[in-house]
């Protein structure tokens, strides 16, 4: 089990978070111009490294805010946890 | 000594012992016509049929680890083609039917054992979902019927189908044809099969990059040096999106832990495949006398080949809903493998953007059963260029024009 540090609550089990999968994807600001391949990509493709991922997470069982981390989906380690709206660090 | 203990032979007794080296570990050679990523099931069936099939033999499947040592040595081994959609029923009952006659096929024991599914219902809407499915099931010709509390007791005995528990069965469907096979077994005879009709079967040989030249695809990078190719066919499964990746494509992929386990050996006491989604659990019993059981995938994206422990507590627990006789079985083993999930629970099986490149991926946590088939018709996109007509709903181009094979929920897919 994941042990997460919420950016307001500290560390906790995995149990109590939800997964909100790939952050930072903005809607388009424009859906309507898209072209259906454009729309496709919005829709149905997220990034799928194996390595580092910036992730949202909300702590449902605990301050029910949601967060974002960056985590190494080879190893679990997660490297950084910042607030919504907080550019994504720099992992050396 | 019981006088049962006496007539009783213990399990797995009857099983053929463990097989001599079935095939020669090959040496690459410096250029093949095709080279199949990935030595799991699917990539051992594509290189069966391509020799098999289509004459294809200079092939070789590369493979990073040993012969079968991902996801095909981490599935719970459940056969069935009760899918809802026209497209799926398409290809498992393809994948069914080549079950049916695998053994003779490839020339050796797999353990085949079609000792039905149920798929139970907890709820009027799980009733007429699952109705809609029988329905839809028969006009396919896929074998289904609809089953009350009562005949589910009859088919499986040891499921609770009292109606004052927090999910009582409400009845579930049956497809007498599904069962379960030995999932090595499957990969060796498929393995021994291929090898003997020519084609190389190259372990510890992990891909680290494709070449692509003018939008074709000319050959792959490995740690065990450089092979040119004229087709290279990816069967990568949770590794997909990495390799798929190499050439700079795309997939809508997510790769996650799913997990399974199995209990010490018991007595014959399930006869059939139990599966719900509700009380999300699948469980049968392996010939050797574990009961195997799994459930959804753990949500965080990740390639680690574990999972978290609150989720093999959350299928227990299931388990135990369905199955109060199982409170005192002891868990022997937990394991997890890396399953890709396309947004649709659908496979994607076909071309690509890059020319000679072909994808068969996104078969998420219900692989297996498709093996044969897909081996199939894998093998037809590879050696003509283009979708076997089962295969072809299943393209890349499904995301872009909408035309989506949505079985979330729709064929009890366990997720």
Redesign the interface.
Same mark, same amino acid.
């Given at each position: 089990? @994941?042990l997460i540090p919420c950016p307001w609550c500290g560390p906790r089990? !995995?149990?109590e978070f939800?997964?909100g999968?790939q952050a930072h994807v903005a809607y388009p600001e424009d859906p309507a111009a898209l072209s259906?391949?454009e729309w496709?990509r919005y @829709?149905?493709?997220?990034d799928?490294?194996?390595g580092l991922?910036a !992730?949202r997470w909300s702590h449902t069982a605990g301050c029910r805010r949601w967060f974002n981390a960056v985590?190494d989906?080879?190893?679990?380690e997660i490297h950084a946890v910042y607030r919504v709206g907080e550019p994504r660090p720099v992992i050396a | 000594m019981s006088p049962r203990a006496r007539t009783t032979r213990p399990p797995g007794v009857d099983l053929p012992d463990h097989p001599d080296r079935l095939w020669s570990p090959a040496e690459p050679k410096r250029a093949y016509d095709v080279v199949i990523v990935g030595g799991g099931g699917h990539g051992l069936a594509t290189a069966y049929y391509l020799a098999k099939n289509h004459g294809i033999t200079d092939v070789a499947v590369l493979e990073r680890g040993w012969l079968a040592g991902g996801n095909m040595a981490r599935n719970t081994t459940i056969i069935r083609s009760n899918y809802l959609w026209d497209e799926s029923a398409g290809i498992y009952e393809h994948a069914l039917k080549l079950w049916e006659g695998l053994e003779e096929d490839l020339g050796y024991p797999l353990l085949f054992s079609q000792r039905g599914v149920l798929n139970l219902a907890h709820s009027l809407q799980d009733v007429r979902d699952s109705v809609r499915r029988v329905n839809a099931n028969r006009l396919n010709g896929v074998d289904a019927e609809w089953l009350t509390p009562e005949q589910v007791k009859e088919v499986c005995p040891i499921v609770d189908i009292s109606p004052d528990v927090r999910y009582p069965v409400l009845g579930g469907t049956y497809q007498p044809r599904a069962g379960i096979a030995k999932h090595d077994y499957v990969a060796w005879g498929f393995a021994k099969a291929a090898a003997d009709l020519g084609v190389d079967m190259i372990e510890h040989c992990e891909v680290t990059g494709l070449d692509v030249r003018d939008g074709r695809v000319t050959g792959v990078q490995t740690t065990r040096g450089p092979i040119a190719a004229g087709k290279v066919a990816l069967a990568a499964a949770g590794h997909s999106s990495v390799v798929a990746g190499y050439a700079g494509v795309s997939l809508p992929l997510q790769s996650h832990p799913l997990q399974a386990l199995v209990s010490e050996l018991l007595e014959p006491v399930h006869p059939t495949v139990v599966m719900s989604n509700a009380v999300h659990v699948y469980v049968s019993q392996a010939h050797k006398g574990e009961l195997v059981m799994g459930a959804g995938i753990d949500a965080a994206n990740s390639y680690r080949q574990r999972g978290a422990f609150h989720v093999i507590e959350r299928q227990m627990s299931a388990a135990l809903e369905l199955f109060p006789v199982f409170a005192r079985a002891h868990v022997l083993r937990t394991w997890g493998g890396v399953v890709d999930v396309t947004p649709d629970a659908s496979p994607i099986v076909g071309l690509t953007p890059v020319e000679d490149l072909y994808v068969n991926c996104g078969w998420g946590t219900g692989g297996f059963k498709a093996t044969p088939g897909v081996g199939w018709c894998y093998a037809h996109t590879v050696a003509t260029g283009e979708p076997h007509p089962l295969n072809a709903p299943f393209s890349l181009e499904r995301f872009t024009t909408g035309k989506l094979v949505d079985e979330h929920g729709a064929a009890a897919v366990a997720h």
């Open positions: 089990m @994941l089990d !995995e149990a939800h997964y999968g259906d391949e496709a @829709l149905f493709f997220r799928n490294p194996k991922f !992730e985590r989906t080879a190893t679990n | -």
